[in-house]
């Protein structure tokens, strides 16, 4: 079994931040990319980051200069500093991690619960 769990969604108002974290756990024996998406009502899921395990990042447009991803391989957990936010992010923000359960094993792709962000006055 494999568990993502994300934390650090809210409302904020527009200019300001927000950290998102996502905790892998369960049988893991290697993590390779980690990313996270997010999904505004009536819209498609969109890439919002990535990163791999050696620490090279990939940013969607629309949130570059803005936001941060990160990872902590010990803690198996990636993060999302989120600066300047604007009513446009405002989205359920979905964690998406690749990962060998075990020695051999090909990899597999798990998603997080979701974590609603809204930024708005």
């Known amino acids: 079994q494999v568990q993502l769990v994300e934390s650090g969604g809210g409302l904020v108002q527009p200019g300001g931040s927000l950290r998102l974290s996502c905790a892998a756990s369960?049988?893991?024996?290697?993590?390779?990319?980690m990313g996270w998406y997010r999904q505004a009502p009536g819209k498609q899921r969109e890439l919002v980051a990535t990163?791999?395990?050696?620490?090279?990042?990939n940013y969607a447009d629309s949130v570059k200069g803005r936001f941060t991803i990160s990872r902590d391989n010990a803690k198996n957990t990636v993060y999302l500093q989120m600066n300047s936010l604007k009513p446009e992010d405002t989205a359920v923000y979905y964690c998406?991690?690749?990962?060998?359960?075990?020695?051999?094993?090909?990899?597999?792709?798990?998603w997080g619960q979701g974590t609603q962000v809204t930024v708005s006055s």
């Open positions: 998406e991690v690749e990962l060998v359960r075990y020695s051999g094993a090909l990899s597999n792709k798990y």
């Open positions: 990163i791999t395990r050696g620490s090279s990042t």
């Open positions: 369960g049988s893991i024996f290697r993590i390779n990319d």
